[in-house]
T-cell receptor
Framework: GAGVSQSPSNKVTEKGKDVELRCDPI?????LYWYRQRLGQGLEFLIY????????KSGLPSDRFSAERTGESVSTLTIQRTQQEDSAVYLC??????????????FGEGSRLTVL | AQKITQTQPGMFVQEKEAVTLDCTYD???????LFWYKQPSSGEMIFLIY??????QNATEGRYSLNFQKARKSANLVISASQLGDSAMYFC?????????FGTGTKLQVIP
């Protein structure tokens, strides 16, 4: 498809389990962003990729969170030993370029994570 | 570092009236962009409008305009002729050299 694709759309897991969330950006988009949105809250920045490097990881909440990106393609966000406070919608966005030339961010539909 | 402040958690507006949603920002980047996104109850993020920090004129997109006052570091969104379909969360965001930071949002409700 032409848009940003995220999977799974819904994930229910037990506390303590690891989860992997996937984001497939728009082809040719060099910049990729991960955000977390708790119910009724704003978007919390997690990490930004320019190509396959992550110049800004400042938003990752703890060392249980990690992310990687293969080239200028798919990114995975991994949460280890999930906790109930990790329950949220995880949104991925991509843009043609990052930095000051940043134009519109194109968002995926999000991955809803529920930790029981 | 970037910070976005949206001081209005909720707003009401009468249908067909104009409404202004406030946004102030704080950034150390000399060049940056400002965005507004709409998030209806369905959860999708819909891009509305973009303003570059060096743009001389305020951005407009249909019924949306961005009132950019650089000295005050404000980037208010003006929606003219409100429609019932405008009821949603609205997020202001700022992007500099790297990440794009979002505000906490304003919930707009349009009253018939």
């Amino acid at each position: 498809g032409a848009g940003v694709s995220q999977s799974p759309s819904n994930k229910v897991t037990e506390k303590g389990k690891d989860v992997e969330l996937r984001c497939d950006p728009i082809s040719g988009h060099t910049a990729l962003y991960w955000y977390r949105q708790r119910l009724g809250q704003g978007l919390e920045f997690l990490i930004y990729f320019q190509g396959n490097s992550a110049p800004d990881k400042s938003g990752l909440p703890s060392d249980r969170f990690s992310a990687e990106r293969t080239g200028e393609s798919v990114s995975t966000l991994t949460i280890q030993r999930t906790q109930q406070e990790d329950s949220a919608v995880y949104l991925c966005a991509s843009s043609l370029v990052g930095g000051t030339a940043t134009g519109e961010l194109f968002f995926g539909e999000g991955s809803r994570l529920t930790v029981l | 570092a970037q910070k976005i402040t949206q001081t209005q958690p909720g707003m009401f507006v009468q249908e067909k009236e104009a409404v202004t949603l406030d946004c102030t920002y704080d950034t150390s980047d000399p060049s940056y962009g400002l965005f507004w996104y709409k998030q209806p109850s369905s959860g999708e993020m819909i891009f509305l409008i973009y303003q570059g920090s060096y743009d001389q004129q305020n951005a407009t997109e249909g019924r949306y305009s961005l009132n950019f006052q650089k000295a005050r570091k404000s980037a208010n969104l003006v929606i003219s002729a409100s429609q019932l379909g405008d009821s949603a969360m609205y997020f202001c965001a700022s992007g500099g050299y790297q990440k794009v930071t979002f505000g906490t949002g304003t919930k707009l409700q349009v009253i018939p």
